[in-house]
């Protein structure tokens, strides 16, 4: 669908002048905008307050200077960034990433779809995205730790609690999360919910680990029962091997499907028995080692260089989980011929617009990341509620609220598509029922927001 309103596309023009290659954030922005043309049909009043002008623009951009010292004595430098894109809905909330693929584009991409995603949990959190090029494969504990302190040095005058509470993404574990709080509560002499995420001696919540990945799961079911189908006897593909990704794997193998496929940067494992999901998280969790060392430990299993080809494996489902743009128009005509009916995103952007395109095109079910990858997010909603109350509420508290609201996304994309005129749409929908939430409160505020 184009931007045909001549508004939305006045605001995508302005939005590639003042953010000249950052394709990736571009892609984002084009891809809400062209979903909001029947909300701008209905309502002036959004129009006239020129809400979608504002909410494409980030409310505050922070950017700065990283020093750090590695183990050899010798000085380093590195960027780090913080996109605090809004807060209508509450705290600015979202994931901090630690690669050298790290840049602003990316940042603001993430940062703008994390409005989207935040507002369609419920619960109160702006959105926002964080990070640096820093990159911590290769480093020792102590370089890591290093970093991280130094990294905490600059960002904690831009966080807290009720402003800005991060939390971790590529490249920032639990262990980068346990230096940075660290580092914040020597800073400020304070304990509190600043970050997200944490280890569970230190106010982490249950089931945040394995948040997105079983709620990308509990989303993909909901598409599921639209069709009368579920994950019992499915075949399913999980691209990625890393957090999201595994607990992917391990909730859909629990369902009752056979997960036949998971990849790193190297390449993918193809296993026709299933992905033994215990041995993996050993190879991935525990050892850090590359995906290929599967195959030395799980007979009948076949390893294959290069990323791309594990679409072409028959399937029933789709649950990328790796990074943006990994799915391109080929890739989706490869799924739709070998019989995939139900693709859910798991990364963010894991699809290129033609490739969601092709999906739309040939009645595949397409759930876009920011409702079906909400889990994560909603989790540290939850994180954080249990922090506010010095309380910690059990796994399966946790996990039936993560279940409730991923139910609740669904329901409200699905809904938000019919009543616009998109029934079955569930990227249409989401982007709507995402973005009226906000533009609600931003309404509400006026123009100060």
């Known amino acids: 669908m184009d931007l045909s309103n001549a508004y939305l596309s006045g605001i995508y023009t302005d939005v590639c002048r003042r953010n000249p290659g950052a394709v990736e954030f571009h892609q984002a922005v084009h891809e809400v905008l062209q979903s909001l043309t029947p909300v701008i049909e209905r309502r002036s009043d959004i129009v006239e307050a020129g809400i979608v002008d504002r ?41 901090l990433r630690f690669h050298p693929s790290v840049n602003l584009s990316i940042l603001k991409f993430l940062g703008f779809e ?17 990070g640096s090029d820093f990159d911590p494969k290769g480093k020792s504990d102590a370089e890591v730790m290093r970093f991280c302190q130094s990294f905490m040095i600059e960002l904690s005058k831009h966080i807290g609690a009720d402003t800005d509470v991060p939390a971790g993404d590529i490249g920032v574990g639990g262990r980068e999360i346990g230096f940075l709080y660290g580092q914040y509560k020597r800073l400020t002499d304070q304990t509190t919910g600043v970050l997200t995420g ?42 990625g091997s890393g957090n999201v990704a595994l607990y992917a794997t391990q909730k859909a193998t629990q369902r009752g499907a056979t997960v036949l496929a998971m990849s790193d940067s190297s390449g993918y494992v193809y296993d026709p028995n299933g992905i033994d999901i215990d041995v993996m998280r050993q190879i991935k969790e525990v050892e850090r080692a590359r995906i290929i060392e599967y195959t030395h430990r799980v007979p009948g299993s076949v390893f294959y260089p290069g990323f791309s080809g594990i679409w072409t494996i028959p399937c029933n489902i789709a649950l990328p989980c790796a990074t943006q743009n990994e799915i391109d128009e080929e890739s989706a005509c490869a799924l739709i ?6 693709v859910c995103e798991g990364a963010n952007m894991p699809s290129t617009p033609e490739a969601i395109a092709a999906f ?45 609201i991923m ?18 749409n569930l990227m249409i929908g989401a982007n709507i029922a995402g973005f009226l939430k906000v533009a609600e409160a931003m309404l509400a505020y006026g123009i100060t927001y």
């Open 55 to 95: 909410i494409v623009e980030p409310e505050r951009l922070i950017q700065f200077r990283v020093s750090w010292v590695d183990d050899a004595g010798r000085v380093r430098v590195n960027r780090g960034v913080r996109v605090q894109f809004n807060s209508a809905l509450g705290p600015y909330k979202g994931g």
């Open 114 to 130: 994390q409005i989207f995603k935040n507002s369609l949990t419920g619960l109160s959190l702006g959105g926002a995205k964080g």
């Open 198 to 239: 944490k280890g569970m001696s230190f106010g982490g919540s249950l089931v945040r680990r394995e948040a997105t990945g079983y709620g990308l799961c509990y989303f993909t079911e909901e598409v599921l029962q639209s069709i009368g189908k579920s994950f019992r006897g499915a075949k399913v593909l999980v691209s």
């Open 337 to 342: 011929q070998g019989g995939c009916k139900v």
């Open 360 to 404: 739309v095109k040939n009645g595949v079910l397409f759930g876009p990341a920011k409702a079906a990858n909400a889990g994560g997010v909603a989790t540290s909603g939850l994180e954080m509620s249990q922090n506010s109350i010095r309380m910690g509420w059990t796994f399966e508290e946790v996990d039936a609220r993560l279940r409730e």
């Open 407 to 424: 139910r609740n996304i669904y329901k409200n994309s699905y809904r938000a598509a019919a009543e616009y005129g998109y029934e079955g």
